[in-house]
């Protein structure tokens, strides 16, 4: 068991800085859209790719721990009438409030991700187009706490035909039995049948976000095939990503990235 506590962790994000966080891992070099051995471009590869199937659709699609970044809800924003956004802190859900209620630029510029994501879904949709869609559909912004055995409370009637979530889980998890335990917590908000795309950090044991050093526990390909499995899913997809070394600039110590497509039992 790792000595710091569930408890603990969500103190520890108190000091979360949104702005130092999207530097650290949402600018260049990570984010360096010329090839796919970056990570940015291999995650919204994996996202398009799922998405493509047409098989992940529906009327409501979670995405769990939001955060401050819109990056892993643009190729989700075709396949689904309403996209809820949730997020533990205030201060991330007024980031994304802020995003898709300003028409100016303030804020994080994620115009070069949404361009990115049209050139490779090939589809010939004009940027602002797809700007405009995700905005549209994202119609709620709700907190939520992972760790709950129901995370929304009573914010949402409906479990979701999907879920999303990009490196929330392992990250808001202090060792492997919590993270199996938030990830049934999250399943209750999944119907049966319906798809959860979940990327997330492989081997990682902290990052920082400003003055905050986050913990996550450190997880395996094996781990996670293994908490899926028991969770109830069945696993259509499975990609990994070493962390090559250019990438490694201080900011965490995390050694590859995972994607998983997942379906729910029905
Ligand atoms: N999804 C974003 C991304 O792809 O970069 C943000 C990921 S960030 C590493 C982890 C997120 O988990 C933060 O936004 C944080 O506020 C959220 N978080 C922390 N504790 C949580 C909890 N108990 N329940 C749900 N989310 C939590």
Redesign the pocket.
């Known amino acids: 068991m790792n000595a710091i506590g569930v408890a603990t ?2 103190e520890n ?1 108190q000091k ?1 800085n949104p702005t130092a ?1 999207l530097q650290n ?1 949402y600018m260049p070099p990570r984010a360096n859209f010329t090839s796919e051995e970056f990570v940015v471009p291999w995650k919204l590869r994996c996202l398009a790719d799922a998405f493509a199937t047409g098989k992940i659709r529906g009327h409501t699609l979670i995405d ?6 819109i990056y ?1 809800l643009l190729s989700a924003c075709d396949y689904f009438e309403e996209i809820v956004a ?4 205030e201060v ?1 859900r007024a980031v994304i409030h802020n995003w898709v209620h300003s028409e100016e630029k303030v804020g994080f510029d994620w115009s070069s991700y949404i361009q990115h994501v049209c050139k490779i879904e090939g589809k010939g949709e004009p940027w602002k187009e797809k700007e405009q869609k995700l905005k549209k559909k994202l119609k709620k912004i709700l907190p ?4 709950q055995p129901n ?1 929304l409370g009573s914010l949402l009637s409906q479990p979701a035909d999907a879920l999303v979530s ?3 889980l392992e ?2 998890s202090p060792d492997r039995p919590s993270f199996d335990q938030a990830l049934q917590n999250v399943t209750r908000l999944l119907k049966p049948g319906g798809y959860f795309l979940m990327i997330g950090a492989l081997e990682e044991s902290f ?1 920082l976000a400003g003055e905050a050093k986050l913990t996550v526990v450190p997880l395996s390909e094996a781990d996670i095939k293994e908490s899926f499995a028991k969770s109830g899913y069945r696993i259509h997809d499975f990609r990994s990503y070493d962390m090559p070394p250019n990438l490694k600039i201080g900011v965490d110590d995390v050694q590859g990235i995972f994607f998983i497509h997942a379906q729910k039992f029905a």
């Open positions: 962790m969500a994000y979360f966080y891992n769990i721990g939001t955060g401050p970044t892993q949730t997020d533990f802190l991330n939520i706490d992972i760790h995370p990009t490196f929330c990250a808001a990052y």
